[in-house]
């Protein structure tokens, strides 16, 4: 065994996260805070109905440049796991605390330099795990 290489545990499957480095909120394992999304620039995020329609992309994002904007870098990143397209990024579903601690919504990551996160307004629930719930269902579409 190499130096840094670490011993497999028996009988546990190890498989390594490939987006281990994103932060818990933007993989949906923690509820992002509506009131830090206040602090973002103007448009940072927005509300949307939930379609199929909306959630795989359309709008009028072909002409969308990811390299202006204030979250230019993270769009850049959300492009490339989006498979090089603007817009919703497929199957990246995000908790949003609309209320403090009563109501959530589900929401949705956008390669969008701009507004990198939709807010789904027809997808709020009163518990964070219904909320949880809704989004990891819809993850496995």
């Not at 028996?10 to 394992?29: I, S």
């Not at 990811?66 to 796991?81: C, I, S, V």
Request: proline share 6%; glycine share 8%.
């Amino acid at each position: 065994m190499s130096i840094g290489e670490t011993k497999p545990l028996r009988g546990v499957a190890q498989k390594k996260d490939p987006y281990w480095w994103m932060h818990p909120a933007y993989r949906g394992e923690q509820a992002l805070d509506l009131a830090t999304l206040d602090a973002m620039p103007a448009g940072g995020y927005k509300w949307v109905a939930h379609s199929d329609e909306m959630t795989t992309g359309g709008e009028n994002e072909s002409n969308l440049d990811a390299t202006n904007g204030y979250f230019a870098d993270f769009a850049q990143l959300l492009y490339k796991m989006n498979g090089f397209r603007p817009g919703p990024v497929e199957n990246w579903y995000v908790i949003v605390c609309v209320e403090p601690s009563k109501r959530w919504a589900v929401g949705q990551l956008r390669a969008d330099p701009v507004t990198p996160v939709q807010v789904f307004d027809d997808l709020i629930f009163d518990s964070e795990d219904a909320a949880r719930a809704k989004a990891e269902s819809l993850r496995g579409k």
